[in-house]
């Protein structure tokens, strides 16, 4: 971890406020705020830190319904559109070949007088109008918005009011792609270039389709936020086993999972200053306090260890109960036994 305190009396991890390198810190209310950060929650200062509180909310795009309900969705930018955009054209070309070969053997089946050039260049005419221009359109409207290549990167499009898009805003987005984009019949390289520049331009990462049908492309997949999971630091388990945790609820633990999880990308001083006011504010909630010359950090630790230990074994008592009293319940495979069923005596 990055720029980790020494260790520290644990009067000074638990009892008392403790002060860091870079200045005094004064106790105020349950905590410590310390020099600098303003201090937000319950005695916490969270400033430097990005803290989740639970009055706090993010939104990606800035959407809100109709609802007054904010999304938060993350708009799809350059590179994972061009990769859905490639995986949608070998998809069309594919489409498009199997289509022409149908073609090519209906009309190698009509005798010669009925088969000229007109009628080739008609038929290609349709097919390329069915596959570039009809068949997104369906595509999107039967899947909310998802086509081959958007499924296969976790995009969709929506509308900009964060709604699915009907038959309108798709075939908006496949004339606009048809004519503009791609294949790009009116001066391919220059729409092409146009197209880019907007995309690159836009906050949202919108195509010149998308400002015409007032629809953009989000992420449906979201990034696993990363979960620190602690180990018990050695020669603190038997004193955690017998510590009293009960007063250290879920909110101040997330707080302290998430410091130990970005200590490291932390600068001074908020990193001690974190440090000695979040194992303050544990400290005061746990008893007895940890042994002599117990660090903060590892103090932290060892308090989230130990009520994740609590936890899972509560949740296997818990299951070891369900056990005795509905055997085999939950387990896949198996089911109880169907009571048997007397027979209707005959009506009279």
Known sequence: MNA???????????????????????PTG???????PASSGPGLATAGLG???????????????????????????????????????????????????????VLAMLPDSVVDDALVSGMMTIVLAVVLLAYPTIVETK?????????????????????????RHAFTRSLI????????LLLPFLTWAGSLVTMIASDKGRRLGDLAAGTLVVHERRPVPFRFVPGMPGGLAPWAATADLSAVDDELAGQVRQYLSRAAELS???????LHMLAYEVGAR?????????PPWLFLCAVLAERRRRSAAQLAAGRLVTERVL??????????????????????
């Open 327 to 348: 055997p085999g319940f939950g387990r896949a495979g198996r089911s109880f036994p169907a009571m048997p069923v007397r027979p209707a005596s005959p009506s009279r």
């Open 51 to 105: 803290l989740v509180t639970s009055g706090s909310a993010s939104s990606g795009t800035g959407l809100v319904t109709a609802e007054a309900v904010a999304l938060d969705l993350r708009p799809a930018r350059l590179g994972s559109r061009a990769i859905a955009l490639a995986i949608d054209i070998l998809v069309e070309l594919a489409l498009a070949g199997m289509v022409m070969l149908v073609v090519g053997i």
């Open 268 to 274: 001074e001083p908020y990193n001690s200053s974190l």
């Open 4 to 26: 980790v305190p020494p260790a520290v009396p644990a009067a000074s991890a638990v009892g008392t406020p403790a002060s860091s390198s870079a200045g005094p810190a004064s």
């Open 30 to 36: 349950p905590g410590l705020v310390p020099a600098g």
């Open 143 to 167: 899947t909310n918005g998802r086509s081959p290549g958007k499924s296969a990167m976790g995009l969709r499009v929506i509308r900009e009011d964060g709604g699915p898009i009907t038959v």
């Open 286 to 294: 746990v008893t007895p306090p940890p042994p002599a010359g117990t």
């Open 177 to 184: 792609g048809f004519t503009v984009e791609w294949p790009g």
